[in-house]
């Protein structure tokens, strides 16, 4: 399984390798063994120590980052930029975490491999219009081309946990789906559009921040122009419709 893992990461010599959650060192090692210079997040103490005193101690294309993920990973991203590959095999609470701060910020690895419980990786690679669409899936999708890799079973892991957990791969596209000019407003409209899965895009609209800022009217002349049905729910749109909507919506702002 990490075999498989260092294998879709394609890392070449020294590339830079963010791995979140190294735990004692598995896939370090071979990373390492593939000559990529690796920097190791991990919170655990005791991991820490292995890692740094121990297992690699004496390898000068290893750095360990100790603490929380959450907060080292987006300030390193802020110091350093983007590193060609990012990794993660993460408890489940934490991963979908991580992975929506990178994707929301301005870095973007060209190739992220990341080990998560299997619900999580098919809202991720979800299409247009099924049931685990969501606004996870645009953001996740709006710059990458999101792929199941494999699935492994509980049995891989010590202690096994109660869930499958499957790979997922996360190639840059070459332009990303959504024009750079409306990232922000993009990004609020899908948060919005999807705040409760049972309203309709109008009254998701209405509740929420754009509600507030563009009143009813507004709301109404916003999907009117867009041509989306007020009545419709987000899961019934496609990223057309999403797109239109943030032109609109830019637009009103900028007026
Ligand atoms: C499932 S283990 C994976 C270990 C190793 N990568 C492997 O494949 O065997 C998860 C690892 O993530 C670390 N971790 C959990 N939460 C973290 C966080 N917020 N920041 C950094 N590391 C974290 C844990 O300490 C543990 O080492």
Redesign the pocket.
């Known amino acids: 399984m990490?075999e498989k893992i260092v294998a879709l990461l394609d890392v070449q010599q020294s590339q830079t390798v963010w791995e979140?959650?190294?735990?004692i060192g598995?896939?370090t090692s071979l990373l390492l063994e593939q000559g990529a210079n690796v920097t190791a997040?991990?919170?655990?103490h005791g991991?820490c120590r292995i890692l740094g005193e121990q297992a690699f101690a004496d390898e000068p294309t290893f750095r360990l980052i100790a603490g929380?993920?959450?907060k080292t990973l987006p300030a390193q991203l802020a110091k350093e930029g983007s590193p060609d590959r990012l990794c993660g095999?993460?408890?489940y609470n934490?991963g979908s975490v991580v992975i929506a701060k990178v994707l929301e910020s301005d870095y973007r690895p060209p190739v992220m491999v990341f080990t998560l419980q299997k619900e999580v990786v098919d809202r991720l690679c979800a299409h247009p219009q099924s049931k685990d669409w969501s606004s996870f899936s645009m953001l996740a999708q709006m710059d990458y081309e999101v792929k199941p890799a494999f699935s492994i079973n509980s049995g891989a892991?010590y202690p096994p946990p109660k869930v499958t957990s499957s790979t997922v791969l996360f190639t840059l596209r070459e332009q990303s789906l959504v024009p750079d000019h409306l990232r922000k407003t993009f990004l609020l409209v899908i948060r919005e559009l999807f705040a409760q899965r049972r309203k309709t895009v109008k009254n998701n609209l209405l509740s929420g921040k754009i509600g507030a800022m563009v009143g009813k009217g507004g709301v109404e002349s916003l999907l009117d122009a867009s041509h989306v049905d007020p009545s419709a729910r987000a899961e019934a749109l496609v990223w057309d419709d999403f797109i239109a909507l943030s032109e609109s919506l830019s637009s009103c702002q900028a007026r």
Request: zero cysteines; hydrophobic letters at 55%; charged letters at 20%.
């Open positions: 990490r979140i959650g190294p735990g598995a896939i997040f991990e919170i655990d991991f929380d993920a959450l095999n993460l408890p934490v892991f």
